[in-house]
């Protein structure tokens, strides 16, 4: 009760798509104010979906009520549970006006190469300003990365697993400032270290540790190599991990053969 909010008071901007999963979808919004509303953004299920699919809704929107607020963690604003028994659900976060990290990597990021590559000690000092990056440097990059930790950090001490941590799952707030989102494969360990899913359907599977990838099994260890996977995005500004390969089941025997992901261009050796 302390999170609902009224659909009245809020409305969806349904030609402004954010971002689409599988049964997930996500559309620009605004909060009814006063005086000038404030955008959100609007997670629900697409029509007719299955009623498991809303229930996982229902468990991240749980799964962000028990994370409480982080400064790496996209916010919870609250949820529209009117009509759950017409099954359907709406979970309102905030907005974060630069949009993913992978696409962001992949375009505005790719075209400050130049400035990149010559000022490497240059931090982003165009917080707050949204599209405006005039020079970037490796250092931007660390940060970001460092960021994502603390939250990562955050999801550990409250027992969650995120189950999904990549660029895509990565949201800009500003240019210097990035947050986790995205918790529908998420979950809360209770009284265990691991969950174990069920089944293999649509797995990210270039993001997921040997283990995930042979039992099934999540755990903060199986995300700390997804983390890793995800800093690899990062310093390649936005590759695709295993670039050229699709999925076969010798992938895992690849993995355990000593396959890895080598230095991307923009990390130092140090990285
Ligand atoms: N895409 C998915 N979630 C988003 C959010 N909270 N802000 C901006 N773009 C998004």
Known sequence: QEYE???KDFKILDDQLLGEGAYGIVFKGQLAGNSNAEN???KTT?????????????????????????????????ACTEFLREGRVYVLV???PLGSLDS?????VKTKLDSLVLIPERAN?????PGTVDSMSSND?????????KGMQHLQNKKVIHGD???RNVLLYSGNHVKITDFGLSRQLLNYDSYVKQSQAKLPWRWLAIETLKSMIFTHKSDVWSYGVTLWEIFSLGLIPYPGMGWTTEFVDYLEQNLRLSRPKYASEEM
């Open 5 to 7: 909010i009224k659909w």
């Open 40 to 42: 959100i953004a609007v």
């Open 46 to 78: 697409k029509p007719k979906v299955d009623r498991s699919i809303l229930l996982a809704l229902m468990t991240e929107l749980k799964v962000m009520i028990h994370l409480e607020v982080h400064d790496n963690i996209v916010k919870l604003l609250g």
């Open 94 to 96: 905030e907005y974060c």
């Open 104 to 108: 962001y990597l992949r375009t505005t």
């Open 125 to 129: 000092t165009n917080e707050g300003i």
């Open 141 to 149: 990059l660390v940060n970001w990365a460092a960021q994502i930790a």
């Open 165 to 167: 941590l990549a660029t």
